[in-house]
C-alpha cells in the first residue's frame, strides 16, 4: 500500500539529482572509445592501411624535387614490402631496417603477434598450470636468449 502525504516527501528534496544503484559502473570521464568495427568489436585498422597505400602507391607520383632523392629507398620499399603491413609481418619482414614500409609501424605487428600468441599461453595455464608454467617460462627464456644471441651476431647496441 503506498504511503502518501507529506511524511513520505520529506526525506527527498523536490530537486535533488535520483542517486545510482550501489553496483552501478563508474564512467571514467578520461575515456576516450577507439573506433571498432562493429561485427567484432577489434579496433579497425583502415587508417593504418590507408598510411600504408598512400606511401607506397600515391606519394612515387606525387614526391618530385629535391625530397625524391631523400625519400626513394622508403617509397621504394613500401611498393616493394606494402603486404607485410597488411598482414602484420612487417617487424619480421624485410630484415634490413632500410627497407621497412611505414617504419614507426613495427609496433602493431608485434602488438598482434602477442595477441594472437597469448590464448594459448593462457588456456595451458589455465587449463593445467603444471603444465603451463613451465611452457611459459620455457618461451620466456627462450625469447630472452634468441633477444641476446641477435643483439650479439647482428652487433646491436
Known amino acids: 500500500v503506498p504511503v502518501a502525504g507529506p511524511s513520505a516527501q520529506q526525506d527527498v528534496a523536490p530537486d535533488a539529482p535520483v542517486p545510482d544503484p550501489p553496483d552501478a559502473p563508474v564512467p571514467d570521464p578520461t575515456y576516450a572509445p577507439v573506433p571498432t568495427d562493429a561485427r567484432t568489436d577489434a579496433p579497425t585498422d583502415a587508417p593504418f592501411l590507408i598510411v600504408t597505400m598512400v606511401t607506397g602507391f600515391l606519394l612515387p607520383v606525387i614526391v618530385r624535387g629535391p625530397f625524391e632523392t631523400i625519400l626513394k629507398p622508403l617509397l621504394q620499399a613500401c611498393q616493394d614490402y606494402w603486404w607485410t603491413n597488411f598482414l602484420y609481418l612487417n617487424n619480421l619482414i624485410p630484415w634490413s631496417k632500410m627497407e621497412i614500409c611505414v617504419g614507426h ?53
Open 105 to 157: 609501424s613495427w609496433y602493431l605487428s608485434n602488438d598482434f603477434q602477442f595477441y594472437a600468441v597469448a590464448p594459448i599461453f593462457i588456456y595451458l595455464l589455465y587449463k593445467s598450470p603444471r603444465i603451463g608454467v613451465p611452457v611459459t617460462l620455457v618461451a620466456l627464456m627462450g625469447s630472452c636468449i634468441a633477444a641476446g644471441v641477435l643483439s650479439w651476431t647482428h652487433n646491436f647496441t
